[in-house]
């Protein structure tokens, strides 16, 4: 059974890091390309970071500069170190997995992801 489990969310102030992390289980996932995607109250979901299997990575604009992805294809996980944070960071955070595509265009779009963690919170106070 296929699973991926976010930790890491939580509470930070303005400036503050955190970093979150995916394990993801029942699949070979350094074969396919992971990421990131947020959503915050009333707004749709956004893809934040994305990671494919050879390590190239692309970012949303507005967290260039501030966040990190990375991945141990080892030990088959996702992290996404998050630096000055803001509180328009504050969002659910999703991780997710394509089944299909190790990269390419497809990486970061979430019609390409085929596997989704349940997510974990991100309070970012000002």
């Known amino acids: 059974q296929v699973q991926l489990v976010e930790t890491g969310g939580g509470s930070a102030q303005s400036g503050g890091s955190l970093r979150l992390s995916c394990t993801a289980s029942g699949y070979t996932a350094s074969r396919y390309c992971m990421g990131w995607f947020r959503q915050a109250p009333m707004k749709e979901r956004e893809g934040v970071a994305f990671?494919?299997?050879?390590?190239?990575?692309t970012y949303t604009d507005s967290v260039k500069g501030r966040f990190t992805i990375s991945r141990d294809n080892a030990k088959n996980i996702l992290d996404l170190q998050m630096n000055s944070l803001k509180p328009e960071d504050s969002a659910m955070y999703y991780c997710a997995s394509s089944a299909y595509y190790s990269g390419g265009p497809i990486c970061g779009r979430q019609d390409g992801m085929n596997y989704w963690g349940k997510g974990t919170l991100v309070t970012i106070s000002s």
């Open positions: 990671i494919d299997t050879n390590g190239a990575t």
